[in-house]
Nanobody, 113 residues
Framework: QLQFVESGGGLVQPGGSLRLSCVAS????????VGWYRQAPGKQRELVAG??????SYADFVEGRFTISRDNAKNTIYLEMNSLKFEDTAVYYC????????WGQGTQVTVSS
């Protein structure tokens, strides 16, 4: 089972950008469909973006603003976030798709003026 460590979150103003990184353990990482998820206070965790091979998919609420990518040589997944909005504030996690049920610490993204 893969384990993930997320990083790159922080405080950013509306309209700003952040790049999240997620390092996965396990030599078979490249065979997995993976994704970025997020959980805002008081809300359920939701899928933000996914990548299977080179094919990407996005939730409607981030389409055109976020970009997911992966570097299999580095066992790393990235999430480039642009034009951030207040409602993007959440803890962001990465995991397999479907998720494994086991979650890392996540990385906090706070969009505030």
């Amino acid at each position: 089972q893969l384990q993930f460590v997320e990083s790159g979150g922080g405080l950013v103003q509306p309209g700003g950008s952040l790049r999240l990184s997620c390092v996965a353990s396990g030599s078979i990482f490249r065979f997995y469909a993976v994704g970025w998820y997020r959980q805002a206070p008081g809300k359920q965790r939701e899928l933000v973006a996914g990548i299977t091979g080179s094919k990407t998919s996005y939730a409607d609420f981030v389409e055109g603003r976020f970009t997911i990518s992966r570097d299999n040589a580095k066992n790393t997944i990235y999430l480039e976030m642009n034009s951030l909005k207040f409602e993007d504030t959440a803890v962001y996690y990465c995991n397999t798709r479907p998720d494994s049920g086991s979650w890392g610490q996540g990385t906090q993204v706070t969009v505030s003026s």
